[in-house]
């Protein structure tokens, strides 16, 4: 089945600068890519996607890479803010969207220092 | 977009009982998703859900464990049988909206002594 890595585990950015965090999969029929973000005692909540035919989204201060070739996906968070605090998650799926399970990474742990 | 409501959010269960979770929707899917989190830990995925037909289980998980129902478009139960301490986590619910996106509950944070 499907593997996902992340990297890092945390991560702690002074406020203001850029955050990134790195997602490898394994399974070359992947072809969907969401990040969602986890507050305490909160679900996941969707933050930005990309699907395999596209190499690069955009929303705001948020934007996603996606490398088919080398399997790799990065979320990039510039400008951060206190509120960016939070674990965040990458996960692939074979589906194309949410009509498939989701296999998820382990998660980065985002702090950001005043 | 979706809404979704869990119930109940958090739960202290004596070990050998069952619990069962709920999951409301505020409109109408076909997909309904299972999945556990547990402490500290990422989502794993235990069943996928669709109405009128039998979850499918993911490996390591099993229906004696986890019976699953699903008597319509907008709800779901997970139970969690014969429980252990090793049961305690968050289960969360998740649907695919209509925007072909998966949507989260807030979860169920279970405790189990």
């Known amino acids: 089945g499907e593997n996902v890595e992340q990297h890092p585990s945390t991560l702690s950015v002074q406020e203001g600068d850029s955050a990134v965090i790195k997602c490898t999969y394994s399974?070359?029929?992947?072809?969907?890519f969401p990040w969602y973000k986890q507050e305490l005692g909160k679900g996941p909540q969707l933050i930005i996607d990309?699907?395999?035919?596209?190499g690069e989204k955009k929303d705001q201060r948020i934007a996603v890479t996606l490398n088919k070739t080398a399997k790799h996906f990065s979320l990039h968070i510039t400008e951060t803010q206190p509120e960016d605090s939070a674990v965040y998650f990458c996960a692939a799926s074979i589906g194309g969207g949410g009509a498939d399970g989701l296999t998820f990474g382990k998660g980065t742990h985002l702090i950001i220092q005043p | 977009s979706a809404v979704i409501s869990q119930k109940p959010s958090r739960d202290i269960c004596q070990r050998g009982t069952s619990l069962t979770i709920q999951c409301q929707v505020d409109?109408?899917?076909?997909?309904m998703f299972w999945y556990r989190q547990q402490p500290g830990q990422s989502l794993t995925l235990i069943a996928t859900?669709?109405?009128?037909?039998?979850?499918?289980?993911e490996s390591g998980f099993v229906i004696d464990k986890f019976p699953i129902s699903r008597p319509n478009l907008t709800f779901s139960t997970l139970t969690v049988s014969n429980m252990s301490p090793e049961d305690s986590s968050i289960y969360l619910c998740?649907?695919?909206?209509?925007?072909?996106?998966?949507?989260f509950g807030a979860g169920t944070r279970l405790s189990v002594l």
């Open positions: 399974d070359s029929a992947s072809n969907y």
């Open positions: 409109s109408q899917v076909t997909m």
């Open positions: 990309i699907r395999s035919n596209v």
């Open positions: 998740s649907v695919e909206g209509s925007d072909n996106i998966q949507y």
């Open positions: 859900a669709n109405q009128g037909s039998e979850a499918t289980y």
